[in-house]
């Protein structure tokens, strides 16, 4: 199995192949951008153009093959992965064990390239995972002159603020980076990123995808029928991530929640008391940070609304619904979005769904009574 081809970016993969070619790419830099628009994809790509014989990406080497199958040896792809359930009973065991697991997922994305990662616990680039990747810059490439180390969603190093030592000894290697050796880095929410991290990078916007590049995607790659890639790539944002997660039959349960808890902030203390009584203690991680990202699309419809601007909504009926003919001032809306993030940082965490439920419900109450 390999990669579907990469969908759209066409300007900044000619930029990024310009100076790739003449020398000029620094050895770490940043993708950042929405989720879900192929910030991995691209830095794979990248890879393979690096990794490839002929220094060009030619898609015919040996190495560009590898790097289009993800067997290549000196292409290293970390991402946050969740910790064993059983506690390794030494720091080696967890360092192979968290190995273990992101090779496992390596090879489920090589398999089910468009299909999300499900995870129920937290996950992490933790310490372990970046001793070990330490470990593997250390090492001479295996294959050729270079090694390329792709870091997706980094911002992960740190999912607990109290701990930024994975953040730290990674920082270690972005200071003296082995010679022929890059590092990518992506990130939807680059200011969750250590400052020392971001410095040492070169930062790297990436745009949304255009809505005909999403649809060609889903049409042709996915295979979805027509009408559905139409009316998908409309409202996606111009993310692919974004257009397979809506079509999910799961999407719509998460939506109901999410306007749930919105509609039991913007009502009486008591509605949200009844709220928080039918939240069940153990939601899965994935449906609760899903359910965050559902409040978090539905504030930004009811932001553009409050705009005046209803053609940058997802769904503008259902925003309407449930704030009904209220003025919300921006700011307010602002401050509500701020405690969406804080909510979805500590759902990172190993903290309870419920317990950061409650609080975000208070929080957006207090924001939006002030309104
Ligand atoms: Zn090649």
Redesign the pocket.
């Known amino acids: 199995m390999s990669l579907p081809p990469i969908a759209g970016h066409v300007a900044i993969r000619e930029r990024l192949e310009t100076a790739a070619q003449s020398g000029r790419l620094p050895q770490s830099m940043l993708l950042h951008g929405p989720a879900g628009i192929g910030k991995q994809r691209l830095a794979l790509w990248l890879s393979?153009l690096l990794?490839?014989?002929?220094r060009?990406?030619?898609?015919?080497?040996r190495?560009?093959?590898m790097a289009e199958r993800l067997e290549h040896p000196d292409l290293h792809w970390y991402f946050p992965v969740e910790r064993p359930s059983k506690r390794p009973s030494s720091p080696a065991k967890l360092r192979e064990a968290l190995e273990r697991a992101r090779l496992a997922e390596v090879g489920r994305r090589r398999e089910e390239p468009l299909q999300p990662p499900e995870a129920d616990g937290p996950r992490g680039i933790y310490l372990e995972l970046v001793q070990k990747m330490r470990e593997r810059a250390a090492s001479r490439p295996a294959l050729g002159q270079r090694a390329v180390f792709i870091v997706g969603e980094a911002e992960t190093m740190v999912p607990q603020a109290a701990s930024p030592a994975a953040a730290n000894a990674f920082l270690k290697l972005l200071e003296e980076p082995p010679r022929d050796t890059f590092f990518i880095l992506t990130s939807s929410h680059p200011g969750a990123l250590l400052p020392t991290v971001r410095s040492r990078v070169l930062a790297i916007r990436v745009a949304p995808l255009k809505e005909e590049e999403v649809d060609a995607f889903l049409r042709d790659e996915a295979g979805w029928p027509t009408e559905e890639a139409n009316r998908l790539a409309r409202i996606s944002h111009g993310s692919i991530g974004r257009a397979i997660r809506l079509r999910d039959a799961a999407a719509s349960a998460v939506h109901e929640r999410a306007d749930a808890l919105l509609a039991a902030a913007l009502a009486s203390r008591r509605d949200r008391l009844e709220f928080l009584v039918t939240l069940p203690a153990a939601r899965a991680r994935t449906e609760f940070a899903n359910i965050l990202e559902a409040v978090e699309e539905r504030l930004r419809d009811i932001t553009c609304l409050a705009l005046e601007h209803p053609e940058g909504t997802f769904d503008a009926e259902g925003a309407r619904r449930l704030i009904g003919d209220r003025r919300l001032p921006i700011d307010t809306l602002t401050r509500a979005a701020d405690h969406i993030d804080e909510a979805r940082a500590a759902a990172q965490g190993n903290v309870n769904p419920q317990a950061i439920a409650s609080v975000l419900l208070m929080e957006l109450a207090g924001a939006l009574d002030d309104g």
């Open positions: 393979r990794l490839c014989e002929r060009d990406g030619c898609g015919e080497c190495s560009c093959r």
